[in-house]
């Protein structure tokens, strides 16, 4: 499986970015899975319903399951947060996964940046950010596209991982 990374600060339109690549790039005829690293506490099921019910009361993992989808969900407790190849491990195999977040990992990105934030660009002191997407020009040492040109974020993307 082919990997790239979306990173930037909060607000940045990260997010936005991954949804459109996705579109756009599985509208190529590619297969695409995610990964979003989330730096809190989240849940995806619901207070009350079943599978909430058998995790609180210390189910090590829960799996969801009906005709639509499942969702498998392990609860760390005491252990530390498995690393991205770890995470990478446990996807089908896809034509490219498209990670939001873990900018500390080696992998290859493209920062989202947006100036309104006023958050400093990570790609100064960044070598894995091999491009920038931004609401605003800016001289750099690599490619700078606009934030809302998906299609050529989506063409340097599977470029750079040859597909």
């Not at 930037?8 to 690293?37: D, P």
């Amino acid at each position: 499986m082919k990997l790239y990374g979306i990173v930037g600060y909060k607000n940045a339109g990260k997010t936005g970015l991954m949804e459109r690549l996705v579109t756009e790039i599985t509208g190529r005829g590619f297969s695409v899975s995610t990964l979003k690293h989330a730096h809190h506490a989240f849940d995806i099921d619901q207070p009350g319903k079943d599978s909430h019910r058998h995790r609180v009361a210390g189910a090590h993992q829960v799996l969801l399951a009906s005709g639509a989808r499942w969702a498998l969900m392990t609860e760390l407790r005491d252990t530390a947060e498995p690393p991205l190849d770890d995470l990478l491990g446990r996807l089908d195999p896809v034509d490219l996964v498209l990670v939001e977040g873990y900018k500390r990992d080696g992998h290859a990105k493209v920062e989202a940046y947006r100036a309104v934030t006023g958050n400093p660009l990570i790609a100064r002191d960044d070598i894995t950010i091999r491009a920038v997407a931004s609401d605003t020009p800016m001289d750099m040492d690599r490619p700078v596209f606009d934030l809302d040109n998906t299609a050529a974020i989506a063409d340097f993307i599977l470029s750079e991982v040859g597909l």
